[in-house]
């Protein structure tokens, strides 16, 4: 359901449209971008030049070589005409046309929230997408997820919600990478732990996992087999304990991402790829179609003939499947599940992944089906302090540490709160200040401020607060403070799915911030419950309104909305 602010705002920019098309020279062709320009509005950067702005002019007058304020003016003059809640159009150089509402179309946005609740803001601006699989975190079992695979897993269960409110078919997804050399390097690794405990010590391979997690496994292997490993056959001891550390670790990273607030729809597991054979019908899937060829015994992708920069081998001269392989009858199964369009979120360091990616959805014959998003790395920081991180040594720094140490909200909006290609700086002693300073704080104190005030109004003024649930004196609302929030109020579902179709869930982030901000501006200028009672029943209807925008907001990140502070 497309709101109603939504519903205004395409009529207006329809009706300019059709304008513009009147204006247009004989040989402009009508309807197109090259020949006249679609109208696209947008709020008003700054509320003296009008709620809305449109550079429909200047884009006109480069094409049809015209002054673009003669045409800002043209549009401007046939004023609101069939455009009731206009209250005016104008234009402004260097060629902007601007759009003032009325007062009722701003009251009628506070009741439109109080009517559909959680609901306001939904839409179905990205319904033609789906359906979509968002593939996330895909971490090694191999040890506990660490805070990049935090960062991660914020930005991929936002991004799913944000598509889903925007009314995208969405789904979750990751992949445990359970199959090859590492799963031996994690064997031994649990082995030389498993008999240290046991009296017989043995040091951890070079290229083992040295972490200290694994001391833990090693107690529970112990707990269950006792010393049946110490002797065993090589080959059926690195079999037995490496599915046995594989399985407990991934429990406990599912533990943690529930934790997280983090649900996928479906796991996959690398390893069902290898025995189900799904891996062979893929590379004969690409030999059929021609995509894939014989060079000094390897199996090689023509990756080149989709953009690669150079072709990348399947199946080693030896006859084993690489990676990429795997990769590619997993994406096969993606698309072979029927979703039309993927999204895989990948690590920092897994840019030059991208490119080898999009040639083998191209390859299996979907080309521009897959995206590829970076979550970039994570400094952790304690006020000036860096917070020393190394993998090889072992000390991991973990997200369950980070959760413990800022909790849940902290770190799901933290995580959040950067475009996913920026570099992230966590500043664990901010993310636990309550002050204005810590920006998860901040909007979650505006939320509880919202619902301390309504508590208020329920043991002082509760008949005032049934007529403000109803939105009867919504019309008294004109204050610039309470018209500025109203504009911030009626933006929520532009913003939503603006951020999803460019998956920058930060943007929801940076909105739940300012809008926040303009309620406790609003607070600090307009008496909330004053004795005027009609008035305080519109501004009461105003915090309603705010509250739920923001419990909205929030939700979409993962954060909660207190009730309390």
Not at 96 to 125: P, Y
Not at 203 to 220: C, H, Q
Not at 322 to 335: E, G, N, P, Q, S
């Amino acid at each position: 359901m497309e709101d109603r602010y939504q519903a205004l705002l395409t009529a207006v920019a329809q009706a300019l449209d059709q304008r513009l098309q009147g204006l247009a020279p004989a040989s402009a062709a009508a309807g197109t971008h090259d020949g006249i320009p679609r109208v696209v509005l947008t709020p008003a950067r700054d509320a003296r030049h009008g709620d809305f702005a449109t550079p429909v002019a200047l884009a006109a007058a480069k094409i049809w070589k015209r002054n673009p304020l003669e045409i800002a003016r043209a549009l401007a003059e046939a004023g609101t005409q069939g455009l009731p809640e206009v209250a005016r159009i104008e234009a402004a150089p260097p060629g902007f046309v601007n759009v003032t509402m009325t007062g009722s179309f701003w009251s009628g946005v506070v009741r439109e929230v109080l009517e559909r609740g959680e609901d306001f803001g939904k839409s179905t601006a990205l319904a033609s997408l789906g359906p979509v699989l968002v593939e996330f975190v895909s971490a090694n079992p191999t040890g506990p997820l660490v805070v990049v695979q935090g960062r991660s897993s914020a930005l991929g269960s936002s991004l799913v919600a944000m598509l889903r409110f925007a009314g995208a078919e969405a789904a979750s997804e990751t992949y445990v990478n359970d199959a090859g050399a590492q799963l031996d390097r994690l064997a031994d690794s649990l082995f030389a732990r498993y008999a240290t405990l046991l009296g017989r010590p043995t040091p951890v391979p070079e290229d083992g996992y040295p972490g200290e997690y694994l001391v833990d496994v090693a107690r529970a292997l112990i707990q269950r087999d006792g010393e049946r490993w110490l002797d065993a056959d090589a080959n059926e001891r690195r079999r037995a304990l490496g599915r046995f550390a594989r399985d407990l670790i991934v429990e406990q990273q599912r533990q943690d991402l529930e934790r997280f607030r983090v649900r996928f729809d479906t796991w996959v597991s690398e390893a069902t790829l290898h025995e189900s054979g799904a891996i062979a019908r893929t590379l004969e899937q690409l030999r059929a179609s021609g995509h894939v060829y014989e060079q000094d015994g390897a199996l090689w992708l023509r990756a080149t003939a989709f953009g690669d920069e150079k072709d990348r081998v399947l199946v080693r001269s030896d006859g084993r499947p690489t990676y990429l392989a795997a990769d590619a009858a997993y994406h096969a199964d993606k698309l072979r599940r029927g979703y039309r369009y993927l999204i895989d979120i990948l690590g920092p360091d897994h840019h030059g992944y991208i490119a080898r990616l999009n040639a083998l959805v191209a390859a299996l014959g979907h080309p521009g089906a897959l995206e590829v998003l970076i979550a970039q790395h994570v400094t952790l920081k304690r006020g000036e302090e860096k917070v020393s991180m190394s993998k090889r040594a072992g000390e991991l720094v973990t997200l369950r540490e980070v959760i413990e140490q800022v909790g849940v909200d902290a770190a799901r909006f933290y995580f959040i709160n950067r475009s996913p290609e920026s570099h992230l700086v966590f500043d664990l002693a901010l993310a636990v200040e309550q002050s204005a300073n810590n920006p998860v704080y901040y909007v979650q104190y505006g939320h509880a401020r919202i619902a301390s005030i309504l508590r208020k109004a329920a043991a002082s003024h509760g008949s005032l607060l049934e007529r403000a649930q109803a939105g009867r004196d919504v019309e008294r609302l004109g204050h610039a403070r309470e018209i500025a929030l109203i504009r911030r109020l009626a933006d929520f579902g532009r913003t939503v799915a603006s951020a999803a179709q460019a998956r920058a869930p930060h943007r929801v982030a940076e909105y739940a911030l300012d809008l926040a901000a303009g309620f406790h501006t609003f607070y600090t200028d307009c008496v909330v419950l004053g004795e005027d009672e009609g008035l305080s029943s519109a501004r009461l209807s105003l915090c309603l309104a705010t509250k739920t925008v923001l419990a909205s907001a929030l939700g979409l990140l993962g954060v909660t909305a207190p009730e309390h502070m």
